[in-house]
Nanobody
Framework: QVQFVQSGGGWVQPGGSLRLSCVIP????????LGWFRRVPGKEREGLSC?????????YYSESEKGRFIASRDHAKNILYLQMDNLKPEDTAVYYC?????????????????????WGQGTQVTVSS
């Protein structure tokens, strides 16, 4: 079963930045959306930032966090990135990349994590002083 391969993460002080990477090992054309999600212990899985792969149009799951979590793509290397800035202790979570290969070519991001079928292994991000 295909799984995305994540790297990055770790510990950072409040106000700091981190960049997560996600290698997509198979044909990226099968995915109509590539997104980043996180899970805080005891809470529901949360969407952060997502790209529509046809044109890299971004979709942000929270308007209030729009500027802090930005997804981008290296097309040549099939790598998805998440740039995280001004991190806060409440951002401590396990972060996941994921791909959507369903039928909704243009709106996959908006459907949310429940429809995303291929996932990375997850990476811990801890924000503390």
């Amino acid at each position: 079963q295909v799984q995305f391969v994540q790297s990055g993460g770790g510990w950072v002080q409040p106000g700091g930045s981190l960049r997560l990477s996600c290698v997509i090992p198979d044909d990226i054309k099968v995915y109509h959306a590539l997104g980043w999600f996180r899970r805080v212990p005891g809470k529901e899985r949360e969407g952060l930032s997502c790209l529509r792969t046809s044109d890299d149009k971004p979709y942000y799951y929270s308007e209030s966090e729009k500027g802090r979590f930005i997804a981008s793509r290296d097309h040549a290397k099939n790598i998805l990135y998440l740039q995280m800035d001004n991190l806060k202790p409440e951002d401590t979570a396990v972060y996941y990349c994921s791909g959507y290969a369903g039928s909704y070519y243009d709106t996959g991001c908006e459907l949310g994590p429940e429809v995303f079928g291929t996932w990375g292994q997850g990476t811990q991000v801890t924000v503390s002083s």
